[in-house]
């Protein structure tokens, strides 16, 4: 199964009242999971390996929380994060991958401290299993730290950004 066939069966659940699809086909599954909000989840790996996390396709949730920690650039240390003022809101990690600030090395960043985003607004790129997921805003507000380095890895629930909310 292609990546073009797995996107027309995402299509396809979308328009239909399927919860969910599962497919095994030669040592390959794909589970296609809706929920009631319209977010996708494609979870596509080799049977012998262990499942990935779900890739919620359109938005990364944002919501009102502390930054623990996020990785530093160097790998050495993880770098702490100052407690988070309670106007601000956190956009985290859907899953598990490498996050990327711009669409290709040549392209310029998506957001910056500073930037004004709406919703819908593209602000990174997760890669997981070679496949680039685009995290789009769920919030309207300004950018006021970026809290992950470029082509690092992150974890699912791992603060991404602080936005003040507009």
């Not at 407690?83 to 990690?93: H, M, Q």
Request: hydrophobic share 40%; with cysteine.
């Amino acid at each position: 199964m292609d990546f073009k066939q797995i996107q027309e069966l995402i299509r396809l659940i979308n328009k239909s009242n399927i919860g969910e699809l599962t497919i095994e086909e030669k040592g390959f599954k794909v589970t296609i999971k809706q929920k009631q909000d319209n977010i996708q989840q494609v979870v596509a790996a080799p049977m012998y390996a262990p499942a990935a996390p779900a890739a919620q396709a359109p938005a990364a949730p944002a919501a009102n929380a502390p930054a623990a920690t996020a990785p530093a650039g160097n790998g050495d240390k993880p770098k702490s994060a100052d407690a988070v003022p309670s106007n601000l809101i956190t956009i985290k990690s859907p899953m598990i991958g490498t996050f990327y600030r711009r669409p290709s090395p040549d392209k310029p960043l998506f957001v910056e401290v500073g930037d004004e985003i709406n919703p819908g607004k593209v602000v990174c790129i997760i890669e997981a299993m070679k496949l680039f997921n685009e995290i789009e805003s769920e919030i309207k507000g300004k950018v006021v730290k970026i809290l992950v380095d470029d082509a690092s890895p992150v974890e699912y629930d791992q603060p991404l950004f602080l936005v003040e909310p507009a």
